[in-house]
């Protein structure tokens, strides 16, 4: 299955898109390559709870997700987390706060494109679990949760799952 329909140089339909990578116009020789996207996650914890978002929107509406976001060009990841939080959150944090945990790619499907992200993870301790939500287009509630209370099939992004998993949890 191919999202492309037509080359996007020529509008062929005579084209081979190699496992949703390289898409390659059989006519016009144009080549495409569909490469990962980068995105930022922040785990914020408060003693014993880790703060998820409900999301608002699709992939995985109503699931729980971590505050972050794509990487804009030009960007380094600590920058995209620290706009993405001010953005999403109303939250200042600043580069030194951030504790790298580890990435993990990830399949995010928006709008029938898959595109597949490589998720950069960080760990933010906050001294309070008094947060607000400014991008209510996005976020339908915050939530903090207790380590032990997690249930990790309520996680939308398989990528998150894991990490909480591994890195919270203790799960291999």
Known sequence: MTFFKYCPNCRSDHFEFTNTVRFHCLDCDFTYYHNIAAAVAVVFTFEDQILFTVRNVDPDKGKWDLPGGFIDPGENAEEAVCREIQEELGLQIVPKDLKYIT??????????VPYRTMDIFYECPLATDSIGI??????????WVRRSEITLENIGFVSIRKVIGE????NS
């Not at 990435?103 to 029938?112: A, F, H, I, W």
């Open 167 to 170: 890195r919270f949890l203790g």
């Open 134 to 143: 400014n991008a209510e287009d996005e976020i339908q509630d915050l939530i």
């Open 103 to 112: 990435t993990s790619p990830n399949n995010y499907l928006y709008k029938s």
